[in-house]
């Protein structure tokens, strides 16, 4: 039963920094919150200039791909010259050889458009999956990296975003949106190299519908990004409002909110609706628009054509030359329309990518750390200060020199700073003022790998990762032996469950470890700390959902993971306070006790006060089977 109010669920809070504040580290977001939804500019040079170290290492792949694309673009734009060619000289003359060599140029210029399409396709999709797995790569080893007050300042779902959502846009960018338009721009610069080599006065007639372009692609575009920004978040509130429901199914049926949910769905899914059509709209006009354009250039040339072939100073087939010419014109336009969202999309999504990757870790080896040698495992808080944001103290001057192998439980109400205290002995935050010493070395001074080494963490809420129960228990031991890790899970108590599983000590865990109870995981996370071998341990004791059969079990197990190694619990048993050599009482901050239960009991100070608001009627204040439950502490 709970002694009283402890930390946050899982041992350390993700709750410390609003979103958003602190300092440094928290990822942008857009005024509404919804930052994976935004779109970027069309083109943004900073996010280009960042993946060029990327493109480096294939930088043959790069330039077979651009090879590619020329000959493409060369092969196709060069088809309109030559029929122009076969109608203007090698017809009126019935010269049949002339025409059998623009047949088989045209046969030949088709298959070498293939050749190029395909070495440009193949090389770009090579490009960008080595890109994305490098990204995706370089993301993940540098977020495990990153300091805990990250993830304090940024939800993992956003996080989750930028490696998964992010890198594939902008491996899409780069497979198939980028060189598409850098081919339509290199063959609209073939296009307009023919039109002017064949006829310069017919080029400018034609190129006088491109203003009209211009200024009406201009009102598209800004009309279009409000538009699909619209739009996609529409598409992001109905995903979250699916994604709530469904995961609060149990609640919804049981408070039978079926029909006001339904009602709230079909709210959010029409808005979905109306921003989609108002985008398809809009999409839908300007393709039209580009049509219209493409009809009202080829009539130029065929009018003005017409009339220079009527008083012989123009070939009919460079009029025909220029009508094909013309449609391919306004190929890139077409393309662009097409890619618009996705070259936005990319570009925001490379902002964020490199936003991510720009953010350094807070906590860093000092240029003069050391390796932290074997410890006896002393702890000495000096005057020590902490705040999470700036000039917002949390922990007020702490003084606290733990012996080696000395069990403290740290218990105060809710708030007090109990999991603060234990993450500084981490290392996930460095104090604000003052010193923590380890067998009197300054922890700033130590690598934290090595640190790391030395310690050991059992969380409330014990995290198994998805794997067998073997794997989890040699997690932070690699090396480990299958028979030390049976040992491991007999000192503790879990032998006996593990081996009632189905497959034993191979059976896979679900996510989060869904398939066991609480008190099993419960004894696999200590059967993983006793592998570890850990001097220092810091423990947040669990409570909730366990019955009183597994409760004894874990207080078994927790003492032989005590046993020999300096503890610190963050307790909410009173048979674990008991058994402590120390009990450390924080309030707002501060600590305001310290001594042994019946110490502070005698003391009649605020533990003795938690322990009296808890254990009205317990006389002997056992917290065993029988004894009567607890009142709930009041938030502290």
């Known amino acids: 039963m709970a002694f009283w109010g402890g930390g946050a669920a899982g041992g350390w809070s993700h709750t410390h920094y609003p979103t958003g504040k ?32 990327y493109l480096k290492p294939y930088r043959r792949r790069v330039a077979l791909a651009v090879l590619g694309m020329l000959v493409f673009a060369a092969a196709t734009n060069s088809q309109p010259f030559l029929i122009g060619l076969a109608i203007d000289k090698f017809l009126p003359s019935g010269d049949l050889a002339g025409l059998n060599a623009v047949g088989g140029a045209l046969l030949g210029l088709a298959l070498l458009g293939w050749i190029g399409q395909s070495l440009q396709q193949m090389s770009t999709a090579y490009i960008g999956h080595n890109v994305l797995l490098t990204l995706r790569t370089q993301m993940f080893d540098h977020i495990q990296k990153l300091s805990l007050g990250f993830l304090d300042r940024n939800e993992t779902g956003r996080v989750m975003s930028r490696v998964q959502n992010d890198v594939t846009v902008l491996q899409e960018l780069l497979t198939t949106g980028l060189l598409t338009i850098l081919a339509d721009f290199a063959g609209l610069g073939l296009v307009i190299f023919f039109l002017f080599y064949l006829d310069v006065q017919l080029a400018l007639i034609t190129f006088t519908v491109v ?5 009406g692609m201009a009102l598209w575009q ?22 709530e429901n469904v995961s609060g199914v149990r609640v919804v049926q049981s408070l039978s909110r079926e029909e006001e ?17 108002q985008a398809g709209r809009l999409t839908a006009a300007v393709m039209p628009l580009v049509e219209l354009l493409v009809a009202v250039a080829t009539a130029l040339v065929v009018i003005f054509g017409g009339l220079r072939v009527m008083d012989g100073s123009l070939g009919i087939g460079v009029v025909i030359a220029f009508a094909l010419y013309v449609q391919r014109f306004f190929d890139p336009v077409r393309d662009l329309v097409l890619q618009y969202t996705q070259l936005q999309r990319a570009m925001a999504g490379g902002q964020r990518i490199f936003e991510v990757l720009d953010t350094q870790p807070e906590i860093v080896d000092a240029p003069d750390a050391v390796d932290l040698p074997d410890i006896r495992g002393e702890v000495t808080f000096d005057h020590v200060h902490f705040e999470y944001v700036p000039g917002v103290e949390v922990l007020h001057d702490i003084n606290l020199k733990v012996r080696p192998g000395e069990t403290v439980a740290i218990v105060g109400p809710t708030g007090a700073g109990k999991s603060t205290l234990t993450s500084l002995v981490a290392r996930f935050y460095d104090v604000t003022q003052g010193r923590l010493l380890i067998d009197g070395r300054d922890v700033r001074h130590v690598k934290r790998e090595s640190l790391a080494r030395r310690l050991g963490i059992v969380l409330q809420d014990p995290f198994l990762f998805s794997g067998s129960v073997r794997e989890n228990i040699r997690y932070g031991r690699l090396e480990a032996s299958d028979e030390e890790i049976v040992e491991a899970a007999r000192v503790v108590g879990a032998h006996g469950f593990v081996k009632r599983l189905p497959q034993g000590y191979d059976t896979v865990i679900h996510e989060r470890g869904q398939n066991l109870s609480q008190g099993q995981r419960q004894l696999i996370a200590f059967a993983r700390a006793v592998l570890a071998e850990p001097r220092i341990l810091i423990l947040d004791e669990a409570t909730a959902n366990v019955d009183t059969r597994t409760e004894v079990q874990i207080q078994r197990a927790l003492k032989r993971l005590l046993k020999g190694r300096t503890s610190f619990v963050i307790a909410h048993l009173l048979s674990t306070v008991r058994g402590a050599d120390r009990v450390v009482v924080l309030d707002e901050g501060r600590m305001v006790e310290s001594g042994s239960h019946r110490e502070l009991l005698a003391r009649d100070g605020l533990y003795a006060r938690l322990y009296r608001m808890t254990y009205e009627q317990a006389p002997s204040g056992d917290g065993r089977p029988g004894a009567p439950s607890p009142r709930p502490l009041p938030a502290g």
């Open 22 to 53: 602190g300092p440094g580290g928290a990822l942008k977001r857009s005024a509404d919150g919804w930052d994976d939804e935004e779109l970027g500019r069309l083109y943004d040079h900073s996010v280009m200039v960042r993946l060029l170290p």
């Open 211 to 215: 203003p009209v372009l211009i200024v």
């Open 222 to 243: 800004t009309r279009a990004r409000r538009a699909f920004i619209r739009a996609r978040q529409a598409i992001a509130m109905v995903n979250a409002n699916l994604q």
């Open 261 to 277: 949910n339904i009602r709230r769905f079909d709210e959010v899914n029409a808005d979905n609706w109306s921003a989609n059509v």
